[in-house]
């Protein structure tokens, strides 16, 4: 049924959400093992939702702004689908890892061929490929994200980002395997400091949820005016989230939400509803595999809700 035939109240949907999901507070982590993401409120919460004719619902921290982490590791993929088209898949598989998101154990069995974007190495060789551009990419990636949330005010939190790179240990390994099988050209610590500048970009649900607007519109958006991607690419960058967007938890949130989405250790979580919506949530306390514990529990009743899915 399409959201003509059947008027929703999503703004009814996202208050009841937001008292729904209190009883499930203390029962993820906050991520610590990036220090200066540890000092962030666990009992935030937020929820956005963006139809594709523009209009915006929030509820709760829903305008304030969260370190994006993963989430970025989007549009990221979308720079350089823009740039380098089918080239970014020799770089990089689009098969579910099964793995943590900083993983070891797959990239040396695969000659160091991260298995998707999204995880960890696979976004370090996407950004790799991006860095390979004219120009500064920590201004490229600044003003691209600007563009998307139609806001000048987005940037990257210096003291995150600082405190990720003087912990990115497990970042730098990867980084160095690749590059010993060849699939990283940057030098190393300048694929690492932007890298965290990425991810300690921060936004809100709200703008988060107008950044993805093109990935509900069959790369076209009713804010930006424009096609920021091609038809095919948003279809592509759909299937890509669906099947790996959640770590090695997508097939329980699949079979939970039902809706391709992408995640960040920040608290995040931005999901498509393709030809329809996007939706944000952003609570900090994490489950075991990285995904916010209530931000997944919000869209999973989101969804059974609304009738909201792909499936
Ligand atoms: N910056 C984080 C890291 O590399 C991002 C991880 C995430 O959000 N899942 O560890």
Redo the contacts with the bound molecule.
């Keep these: 049924m399409t959201d003509k035939a059947r008027v929703v109240d999503y703004q009814g949907v996202l208050d009841y959400i937001a008292e729904a999901v209190r009883p499930q507070f203390g029962k993820g982590r906050v991520a610590d ?2 220090p200066a993401l540890a000092d962030v409120d666990a009992r935030k919460f937020g929820m956005a939702v963006r139809l594709v004719d523009g209009t915006l619902y929030t509820v709760g921290d829903g305008l304030e702004r969260f370190s994006v ?2 989430i970025s590791k989007l549009f990221v993929l979308e720079l350089a689908m823009q740039h380098f088209g089918d080239m970014v898949w020799t770089r990089v598989g689009k098969e579910p890892s099964g793995d943590r ?2 993983s070891m154990m797959r990239l040396e069995h695969e000659r160091g061929i991260p298995r998707n974007p999204f995880i ?1 190495p696979g976004a370090l060789a996407t950004l790799d490929l991006v860095m390979g551009l004219k120009g500064d990419t920590r201004h490229r990636l600044r003003n691209y994200l600007r563009f998307l949330a139609v806001d000048e005010t987005v940037d990257s939190n210096a003291t995150v980002a600082r405190s ?1 790179l003087d912990h ?1 240990h497990t ?1 730098r390994a990867l980084a160095h395997l690749m590059k010993a099988y060849g699939n990283i050209d940057n030098d190393v610590e300048d694929l690492m400091e932007t ?2 500048f990425q ?1 300690a970009m921060e936004m809100n649900c709200a703008e988060l949820a107008t950044a993805a607007l093109p990935l509900a519109g069959g790369g076209y958006s009713s804010l930006h005016d424009t096609a920021v991607i091609s038809k095919n690419q948003a279809r592509r960058i759909n299937s890509v989230m669906l099947t790996c967007g959640m770590y090695d938890s997508v097939g329980s949130f699949a079979y939970r939400v039902g809706l391709p989405a992408k ?4 608290g995040g979580i931005l999901a498509v509803a393709p030809g329809r919506m996007t939706i944000c949530v952003w609570s900090p306390e994490l489950d075991a595999f ?1 995904n916010s514990y209530v931000g997944t529990a919000a869209l999973e009743l989101f969804t059974s809700m609304t009738g909201v899915s792909v499936f």
């Design positions: 093992y990036i982490q993963s998101f900083n960890n990720e990115a970042n890298y965290c991810c995640s960040g250790v920040g990285g």
